[in-house]
Nanobody, 124 residues
């Protein structure tokens, strides 16, 4: 079992930055690929970014490429999402998720564990 707790969300103006954190506890964190997803009101949950267990492979949604950076610190059992140049359309609840495999999945159904989410609101 893995427990995930997100933090770092908040209200920011368009063009601003936020850094989300996801703290993991439970089984060996370094065995898991970690992903970030988001869900806006009335919309389906969508993929944002994923990082492999080693940190050597990352993928991003086209909508955030060049603005967001995913990283991890296996010594601290944490994964981060640095979000720059935020836009109102980035407003959503952001979730981190863990997948116990060597894959770097982009589908939410591939993930085994989820956090409770943190709200990000970007004002225009």
């Amino acid at each position: 079992q893995v427990q995930l707790v997100e933090s770092g969300g908040g209200l920011v103006q368009a063009g601003g930055s936020l850094r989300l954190s996801c703290a993991a506890s439970g089984r060996t964190f370094s065995n898991y690929a970690m992903g970030w997803f988001r869900q806006a009101p009335g919309k389906e949950r969508e993929f944002v970014a994923v990082i492999s267990w080693s940190g050597g492979i990352t993928f991003y949604a086209d909508s955030v490429k060049g603005r967001f950076t995913i990283s991890r610190d296996n010594a601290k059992n944490a994964v981060y999402l640095q979000m720059n140049s935020l836009k109102p359309e980035d407003t959503a609840v952001y979730y981190c998720a863990a997948d116990q495999s060597i894959r770097v999945p982009k589908e939410s159904s591939e993930y085994d564990y989820w956090g409770q989410g943190t709200q990000v609101t970007v004002s225009s």
